[in-house]
């Protein structure tokens, strides 16, 4: 089985900083495509950003500029540094990764648990 363990959200206030992270482990391969996610009280869950496991990004539009995705193989860990806070930024995070398993290496999507990450005003 693979685990994502999510670290690093908070209660910060607007234009503040935070450092999520995002820890893969168990029985892995490899790991494709990792990527943020967030979902705000009631709303559906959404594309924060992701990353390929070489190292291309992508960003909603929301998050250009003050967002920033990365990770480091060698640790299976991905990480989110998000920069100038703002109220509307306030949501559970999760993390996803594509993971290649076993020796036909299927991939497999998991999710982590979510962090919360609330901006005040």
């Known amino acids: 089985q693979v685990q994502l363990a999510e670290s690093g959200g908070g209660l910060v206030q607007a234009g503040g900083s935070l450092r999520l992270s995002c820890a893969a482990s168990?029985?892995?391969?490899?790991?494709?495509?990792m990527g943020w996610y967030s979902q705000a009280p009631g709303k559906q869950r959404e594309l924060v950003t992701d990353?390929?496991?070489?190292?291309?990004?992508n960003y909603a539009d929301s998050v250009k500029g003050r967002f920033t995705i990365s990770r480091d193989n060698a640790k299976n860990t991905m990480y989110l540094q998000m920069n100038s806070l703002k109220p509307e930024d306030t949501a559970v995070y999760y993390c996803?990764?594509?993971?290649?398993?076993?020796?036909?290496?299927?991939?497999?999507?998991?999710w982590g648990q979510g962090t919360q990450v609330t901006v005040s005003s």
């Open positions: 996803n990764a594509d993971v290649e398993r076993g020796y036909l290496k299927a991939i497999y999507r998991y």
């Open positions: 168990g029985s892995i391969s490899s790991i494709n495509a």
């Open positions: 990353i390929t496991s070489g190292g291309s990004t």
